[in-house]
Structures are given as C-alpha cells and as structure tokens.
T-cell receptor, first 114, second 115 residues
C-alpha cells in the first residue's frame, strides 16, 4: 500500500538556520502531496501542497517540490524562527469513493532555539 | 480558526464508561473523517463519511462506533475502551468532490485518557 517516510526527529536548530525535513513516498498512481504542521495543543494545519510532478508548494517561507523521479517532497526553509517550533507531517492523498484518504508520515518534531 | 470544532477537548473515562466525541464543521463540506493520533505512531485514519455515507472503516474495533447524522456533524461513540485507546482523536473535513485533489481541514482534537 501507499506509504510516507519522514526523517527521524527530533530536530533542533538555532534561529535563522536553514531547515530541511526529508520526505519520501511510495504510491501507485499520482497522488497529491502535502505538508501539515501541528503546533502544541492544536490540530493539524495545512502548510503547503503540490498536486503534480515538478509543482512547488510554498507558504510562510516554507517550500517543497514534488519530485516524481526521486519520489520525494522535502520541506525547506531558508531562515527558521522560534515560532516555527512544531511537529511537521508529510502526507499523500489517495481517493476512496470520492473522498480523500490521507496517508501520513510519522511526523518530525522541530524545536528552534533563540 | 479552521472552521472545524471538536468537543470535548479533554476526556477522562473508565473502561466501563460510555461517552461520545462530537465534531462539527462550518465549511459546507461533504466529507468528514476521524483520525487517531497516538504517541510515536503515524496518524491513523479510522473512518470516512462522504455525503453521510460511511466509505471507509480502517479495521477499527467495534468499541468505536461512528455516526454521521448530516454533512456538518460527526460523532464517535465510545464504549468499553482499553487503556491503549488513550490518544488524541482528530476530526477533519473536506469538500468531497470526486476526483478532487482537495485539502482536509482539521479540528483541534479531543485528548482522551482511558483509565
């Protein structure tokens, strides 16, 4: 079945450092790819998405490019802030009878120190 | 504000109790979902409803019983749970358009502790 693998956490960085969180997937067909973020005590929020190969999703300084040849969707940000501390989830979508099924990675906890 | 609300936010129950979790979406969506988030495990899809019809039951034990009376409301009825059922239960909704590569919107979750 479809699956998503994220880099193991936790990840700890200093403010203004460069961030990369790796994500690779296995899927039949051509799924959409997502990054969700979960801040402490909250549910998941969509951070960005890409629906086809070579698409780049971006939001709040974060970017990820849908790489079909390497089945990857790595999350990057050039200069992180303390407020970026959260858990980040990579996910792909599959359609089930008209509704969407999301398959998530295990999540990567990010802590940014001032 | 995501437009998806869940109540209660926290729940402690004994193994013999019966309780219900409620989810409400104000986004005009047609699909609703229950997920379970346990420590150190990926988010697990439990149930999917599309236009009030259940389209997915991901091998969930019968002690969890979903109910979707209309497209805006989703319940998860709990009875005779086990301590390993302690987790964060997340509700989500999406447009539900066939073939659509759509976004799911999540509620804040109910943190459940089974004693």
């Amino acid at each position: 079945g479809d699956s998503v693998t994220q880099m193991e956490g936790p990840v700890t960085l200093s403010e203004e450092a460069f961030l990369t969180i790796n994500c690779t997937y296995t899927a039949t067909g051509y799924p959409s790819l997502f990054w969700y973020v979960q801040y402490p005590g909250e549910g998941l929020q969509l951070l960005l998405k890409a629906t086809k190969a070579d698409d780049k999703g971006s939001n709040k300084g974060f970017e990820a490019t849908y790489r079909k040849e390497t089945t990857s969707f790595h999350l990057e940000k050039g200069s992180v802030q303390v407020s970026d501390s959260a858990v980040y989830f990579c996910a792909l979508s599959d359609l089930i009878q008209g509704a969407q099924k999301l398959v998530f990675g295990q999540g990567t906890r990010l802590t940014i120190n001032p | 504000e995501t437009g998806v609300t869940q109540t209660p936010r926290h729940l402690v129950m004994g193994m013999t109790n019966k309780k219900s979790l409620k989810c409400e979406q104000h986004l005009g969506h047609n699909a609703m979902y229950w997920y379970k988030q346990s420590a150190k495990k990926p988010l697990e899809l439990m149930f999917v409803y599309n236009f009030k019809e259940q389209t997915e039951n991901n091998s969930v034990p019968s002690r969890f019983s979903p109910e979707c009376p209309n497209s805006s409301h989703l319940f998860l009825h709990l009875h005779t749970l086990q301590p390993e059922d302690s987790a964060l239960y997340l509700c989500a909704s999406s447009q539900g358009t066939p073939g659509g590569q759509e976004t799911q919107y999540f509620g804040p979750g109910t943190r459940l502790l089974v004693l």
